[in-house]
């Protein structure tokens, strides 16, 4: 089995209803869910005109190979009425690969880990609560490491608790 990190984000509509749609989905289409963070409020990243996200992520474990992984994904983000929009915008739901065991891989429809992970305040903030001995293949640092040194400015807040999610 293999140990998949996702990363989940909406700031459209229901958002928090949305991300637990999402969890359930994931657990049908993937595989178990093992570890997820509680869900944080975060400023948009990239495209600022736009309303807040809430992030999540969650450890999932499954038999799925990585491109099985990513098909799963994008059915996921269709089946719940993702459209196609402009990069980084608005989005229902964004379910993003972080990590695949420890693999690297580089391809325009996939790279893993995710390229923009070790600049992101809204997935190393949930990512390090869950598993933050965890080592980014790339940069051999700790994702607390990566953390810590990410000047990353995107106001970012716990929204609310594992407990209460």
């Known amino acids: ?17 949305h991300l637990a749609v999402a969890r359930q989905e994931i657990e049908q289409q993937i595989g178990k869910i093992i570890r997820f963070s509680p869900i944080y409020e975060s400023a948009p990243w990239g495209l600022i005109e736009q309303p807040w996200f809430l992030n999540q992520v969650v450890r999932v474990s499954t038999p799925m190979d990585p491109w099985a992984v990513l098909d799963a994904v994008k059915y996921i983000e269709k089946m719940m009425g993702r459209l196609e929009s402009v990069k980084w915008g608005p989005r229902l739901i964004d379910i993003d690969i972080l990590f695949y065991n420890h693999i690297r891989l580089l391809t325009p429809e996939l790279q893993i880990p995710h390229l923009y992970l070790h600049r992101r305040s809204f997935v190393l903030k949930p990512l390090a609560d869950i598993a933050p001995g965890l080592v980014h293949p790339t940069y051999s640092k700790t994702i607390l490491q990566l953390r810590d040194e990410n000047d990353d400015q995107g106001e970012i807040h716990v929204y609310k608790n594992k407990e209460e999610s």
């Open 1 to 17: 089995m293999a140990k998949v990190y996702l990363g989940l984000g909406s700031n459209q509509g229901d958002r928090e209803r």
